[in-house]
Nanobody, 120 residues
Framework: QVHLVESGGGLVQPGGSLRLSCAAS????????MGWYRQAPGEQRELVAS???????NYADSVKGRFTISRDNAKNTVYLQMNSLKPENTAVYYC??????????????WGQGTQVTVSS
């Protein structure tokens, strides 16, 4: 069993900042890519940012320069620092991780989602 638990969402004013965290636990042998996705009402889920085990990052164009993804491999945790938030960033944010378990199986796992609301 593998679980991803997110935290750090909430309500913030435009221009504000939030930091999301996602910790993976369970029968983990290794974690390759980790990432954050978001889904706004009526929209498809989209990639926000991703990071490899070696630290290579990738960002959606709309968040470049404002959001920063990082990870702590020792803690199996990925972070998303979000600055200069805009109302259009309002969405449910989901953590994703590609995990090889101790039973030598590789799967994509998802967190339960955390709501981010940017509003005055």
């Amino acid at each position: 069993q593998v679980h991803l638990v997110e935290s750090g969402g909430g309500l913030v004013q435009p221009g504000g900042s939030l930091r999301l965290s996602c910790a993976a636990s369970g029968s983990i042998f290794s974690i390759s890519a980790m990432g954050w996705y978001r889904q706004a009402p009526g929209e498809q889920r989209e990639l926000v940012a991703s990071i490899t085990s070696g630290g290579r990052t990738n960002y959606a164009d709309s968040v470049k320069g404002r959001f920063t993804i990082s990870r702590d491999n020792a803690k199996n945790t990925v972070y998303l620092q979000m600055n200069s938030l805009k109302p259009e960033n309002t969405a449910v944010y989901y953590c994703n991780a590609r995990i090889e378990t101790t039973s030598v199986r590789v799967n994509d796992y998802w967190g339960q989602g955390t709501q981010v609301t940017v509003s005055s």
